[in-house]
């Protein structure tokens, strides 16, 4: 199945608007964003990445009448037992700020010894078209995370993820070289050698 030749991002966060947009630079598509065609909220609840990605991606392809992709992503720490996983955004409450979900998460993190300060981020990327579910693909990125944050790029838990071979943040890295690496730069190519497949 080629790549449609129009396509809706399925999200409203700016900071993933302007990432996924980078990353899909070469997809040779028309994007349709929020600003162009507003679409109804998509409430997160299922209980897993594909879940979510799916639900967004098929609602609001269902509500413009054309072929939607949307991701889900979150940060898994391993001493909190993989959280806070599908709830990142949602990890400081309902509302929260990037702000406050990372203060939230470094508090969270404070007391365990750095060495085990292990985790990843994780990103699924699916497609779906008006009548139904199309493909998706999944990545992740492994790191660390310090208790400091560096860096004035990215968004999110970035300034406080450290990928595994770097000494920089996620937001310390120039946007090419966190696209090369990052779970959503890896999801998104993934999601392309499908569509194309």
Same mark, same amino acid.
């Given at each position: 199945m080629p790549i449609p030749r129009r396509l809706v991002l399925a999200t409203r966060n700016p900071g993933k608007v302007r990432e996924i947009l980078r990353i899909c630079a070469d997809w +040779?598509?028309?994007w349709v964003t929020h600003e162009d065609a507003p679409w109804p909220d998509v409430p997160e609840t299922g209980t897993t990445y594909l879940e979510n990605a799916a639900a967004k991606a098929m609602a609001v392809a269902a509500a413009l009448g054309? @072929?939607?992709?949307?991701?889900? &992503?979150?940060?898994?720490?391993?001493?909190?037992?993989g +959280? @806070? +996983? /599908?709830?990142?955004? #949602?990890? !400081?409450?309902?509302? !929260? &700020?990037? =702000? %406050?979900?990372? #203060?939230?998460? /470094? =508090? #969270?993190?404070?007391?365990?010894? @750095?060495? %085990? #300060?292990? +985790? *990843?981020? *994780?990103?699924l990327a699916a497609c779906a078209w008006p009548e139904g579910m199309g493909v998706w693909a999944e990545a992740t990125c492994e790191g660390t995370l310090?208790? =400091?944050p560096r860096g004035s790029g990215g968004f999110g838990y970035d300034p406080i993820f450290i990928p595994t071979g770097e000494m920089r943040t996620m937001a310390e890295l120039a946007a090419e070289e966190k696209d090369a690496i990052s779970h959503r730069g890896r999801a998104f190519r993934g999601l392309r050698d499908a569509l194309r497949r």
């Open positions: +040779g598509v028309e054309l @072929p939607a992709i949307a991701d889900d &992503s979150g940060i898994e720490v391993d001493a909190l037992g +959280g @806070p +996983g /599908v709830h990142s955004a #949602r990890f !400081a409450g309902e509302d !929260a &700020s990037d =702000e %406050r979900n990372l #203060r939230m998460l /470094v =508090e #969270r993190i404070a007391t365990v010894d @750095p060495g %085990r #300060r292990t +985790g *990843r981020y *994780r990103c310090i208790l =400091e």
